[in-house]
């Protein structure tokens, strides 16, 4: 199944690429897309993005320049981007909560969380005065996992399978702990399906370290919303006006408009309890066109 790359999954990769693009010097293609774990088909479209990314009053020399070389990538950078950037208080303090979401995925006193301190030190804001909550968790249960990663130590785990109403024991090594869409995430490899899974940290009951080292993989993959064992089946619904919401969700593959105002979405199955209740939150709104689902 295809994983779903949200804009702001995007927006991260190619604010990472761009530096990354500066220091190689003139990397090709294909080392671009090996190092960011994606198709040269998706590095040229990031490249593309890149391109309208430019600062007022936008004149030429005021974007960001992507050259093309054969098969190989340069980015020069205009004045304006090599300039210290000087904040105002208001943008100091957004970056500051901003960072104190991120942090909260980041070792204690890694870079992030020191860079972080020494803003709230310039801003005068006292420490802890800033509180970000990024969803539900169980605080030893994020601890065990974090310490996992920093270690690279694999962790045990109970895990709820809401799709398919079952707890499971699983042994996981874990490579990226992040939160989105109001929840935590841990993604990294499961023994039990010896693959690369997704679980969200809130359905964890239980986590346990174990005494087994993992290698941690050159190229991790992209962070996404999709859980552990989700199924590859397809739910296919035309969608009235108040229920356009489920083309929005993460397990929206494909939205087709009509111009009577119907929506059609192609949805992710992740399992028959899964289905009944969205079928049921969405009820007359809703008309199944197809479904390779029991």
Same mark, same amino acid.
């Given at each position: 199944m295809s994983q779903r790359i949200t804009s702001a999954?995007?927006?991260?990769r190619i604010l990472a690429m761009i530096p990354w693009i500066v220091e190689q010097g003139a990397p090709s293609i294909g080392d671009i897309a090996e190092r960011f774990s994606i198709t040269q088909d998706q590095v040229l479209a990031d490249l593309d993005v890149v391109l309208l990314v430019g600062v007022p009053p936008y004149y030429p020399d005021d974007y960001i320049d992507v050259v093309y070389e054969s098969d190989v990538v340069s980015v020069r950078l205009g004045d304006h981007f090599r300039r210290p950037l000087r904040l105002t208080a208001t943008e100091a303090l957004n970056v500051l909560i901003a960072g104190a979401g991120l942090a909260a995925a980041e070792p204690e006193n890694g870079p992030l969380?020191?860079?972080?301190?020494k803003l709230r030190v310039a801003l005068g804001v006292p420490d802890?005065?800033?509180e970000v909550a990024l969803g539900p968790a169980d605080s030893e249960v994020l601890a065990t996992l974090r310490s996992g990663q920093q270690e690279s130590t694999s962790v045990e785990i109970e895990y709820y399978t809401a799709g398919t109403d079952t707890l499971s024991q699983r042994l996981i090594d874990p490579h990226r702990i992040y939160s989105a869409e109001g929840h935590w995430y841990v993604a990294g490899y499961c023994h039990r399906a010896a693959d690369q899974r997704v679980f969200r940290v809130d359905?964890? /009951?239980?986590? %346990?370290?174990s005494a087994a080292h993992f290698e941690v993989p050159v190229h991790v993959p992209e962070p996404t919303v999709f859980e552990?064992?989700?199924?590859? /089946?397809?739910? %296919?619904l035309d969608l009235a006006a108040d229920a356009h919401w489920m083309g929005t969700t993460a397990r929206a593959e494909a939205v087709e408009r009509?111009?009577?105002?119907?929506r059609r979405v192609t949805l992710?199955?992740?399992g028959r309890a899964w289905m009944e209740r969205v079928l049921l939150e969405a009820g007359p709104d809703a008309t199944i066109v197809d479904s390779d689902s029991d």
């Open positions: 999954d995007r927006y991260r969380s020191r860079a972080m301190g802890g005065a800033i359905r964890i /009951r239980s986590a %346990v370290a552990a064992d989700e199924a590859k /089946r397809r739910l %296919v009509f111009d009577d105002g119907r992710a199955v992740g």
